[in-house]
């Protein structure tokens, strides 16, 4: 059960905050997931929405381990006004009693990204994603109940603008200062004792030039020996999408987020995120895909072929499970 809860906590979250606990209740062979909200960030995620995205990604995470072990997940997502840390539970059920989750087999396929997925902020190679790839990574977000597009055309540049319109605003904005000042480690000694956080090695080089939407965690902090570096002229991003914007709906897009990392893993590719205009309430709306003209952006993606990211630090196990009788 430990190890299990040590593949689940690889998952990405915002600034790598890693928002989530885990309760084993031995009688039921049942993984409950709980919001660790003492690590919200109050500005840049006011509604929890990040939050439970990367506790999606990480109940996706267990999902595929249990699957890999040669159990059958039965996932249940949970709303109690009463207690809303409670978000999913978990439990490990018998092959073939009718009870799990169909097509285990393909989670469990997809076990061993689950230790090589990193994101990369470094540059990504102009080489196009296949269509025959782009259609294993939407088929990835619907399996999950979500929905994935490749803005292009004007749309693209739309969405390149509203990051820019956003990465203008964080430079001014006190409280994204505050968030990078917490999340961020420039200075040795914690970056090499630190368990959370994004460490100075993680950030990937300086732009230097093209399009690429790439945030600079450093800030107008300095970090020495940091690289300048071009990136993408043509970068392809990746929108995933619910239909509606509940606490559920999050959990789905972070579940569905991280099936398509993985995917995009076994594929050979790299991945990044663009968070910036998702943190603004009137930026985040004209991010929707213009030919639907319906759902939610719950994430956009920077994807490519191009080196894969550092691994970076993790909470021990110890720290988010809790194993009851």
């Not at 990405?12 to 660790?36: G, K």
């Not at 890999?68 to 999913?88: F, N, S």
């Not at 732009?207 to 902090?221: H, Q, S, V, Y």
């Amino acid at each position: 059960m430990t190890a299990l809860v040590g593949d689940a906590a690889a998952a990405p979250s915002m600034h790598n905050a890693q928002p989530w606990r885990f309760r084993y209740l031995r009688h039921s062979r049942t993984f409950e997931l709980r919001a660790d909200f003492d690590r919200a960030m109050p500005h840049a995620d006011p509604r929890t929405r990040a939050l439970h995205i990367g506790c999606g990604a990480a109940l996706l995470n267990l999902r595929v381990a249990v699957a890999h072990e040669g159990w059958q997940p039965e996932t249940r997502l949970l709303h109690d006004p009463a207690d809303p840390a409670l978000l999913a539970a978990v439990r490990l059920t018998e092959p073939g009693n009718g009870t799990g989750e169909s097509g285990s087999s393909d989670l469990g396929a997809l076990y061993p990204a689950v230790h090589e997925r990193h994101s990369s902020r470094f540059p990504f190679e102009e080489t196009e994603i296949p269509e025959a790839v782009r259609t294993a990574l939407g088929e990835a977000a619907r399996h999950e109940g979500a929905m994935l597009s490749f803005p292009t055309s004007w749309h693209l540049q739309e969405v390149l603008e509203l990051v820019q319109e956003a990465e203008a605003r964080n430079l001014t904005d006190r409280g994204s200062d505050q968030d990078l000042a917490e999340w961020t480690r420039i200075d040795a000694p914690s970056v090499n004792t630190t368990d959370d956080g994004v460490p100075d090695y993680a950030f990937g080089p300086r732009k230097r030039g093209g399009k690429a939407p790439m945030r600079d965690f450093a800030g107008r902090r300095r970090v020495a020996g940091r690289d300048t570096e071009d990136f993408e002229r043509n970068p392809q991003l990746a929108l995933v999408s619910t239909l509606n914007d509940r606490p559920e709906d999050w959990l789905r897009a972070g579940q569905a987020v991280e099936r398509v990392l993985l995917v995009a893993t076994v594929e050979g590719l790299a991945g990044s995120f663009v968070t910036q205009p998702l943190e603004w309430t009137d930026l985040r709306w004209p991010l929707r895909d213009p030919v639907t003209g319906t759902g939610y952006t719950q994430m956009l993606l920077r994807l490519g072929y191009g080196p894969k990211g550092p691994l970076t630090p993790r909470r021990p196990v110890s720290e988010v499970l809790d194993i009851q009788p």
